[in-house]
């Protein structure tokens, strides 16, 4: 069964940074590229970020140059450093298994001052 757990959200200033984490089981994780996914208030989810088992990532355009993906095949966990934050990066955050369907529970990002 697969489960994926996100972690590290927060209150945050503009232009702050967060790192944000996705604890993965059940399922061979190092065989598998990992999305990373936001969705803000009344708004639809969005892709965010992506990394391929041997590392190629993916961004979308409103978080490139600010948002870094990473992964530790050893630790099954895949990272979102997330900078220069703005408060419409405000969402709830969550990390995905590209082409399963089971989604973790979140992690809130606000920023604000």
């Known amino acids: 069964q697969v489960q994926l757990v996100e972690s590290g959200g927060g209150l945050v200033q503009p232009g702050g940074s967060l790192r944000l984490s996705c604890a993965a089981s059940?399922?061979?994780?190092?065989?598998?590229?990992m999305l990373w996914y936001r969705q803000g208030p009344e708004k639809a989810r969005e892709w965010v970020a992506s990394i391929t088992p041997t590392g190629q990532t993916g961004y979308g355009d409103s978080v490139k140059g600010r948002f870094t993906i990473s992964r530790d095949n050893a630790k099954n966990s895949v990272y979102l450093q997330i900078n220069s934050l703005k408060p419409e990066d405000t969402a709830v955050y969550y990390c995905k298994v590209n082409g399963l369907d089971s989604w973790g529970p979140g992690t809130q990002v606000t920023v604000s001052s």
């Open positions: 059940g399922f061979a994780f190092g065989d598998w590229s």
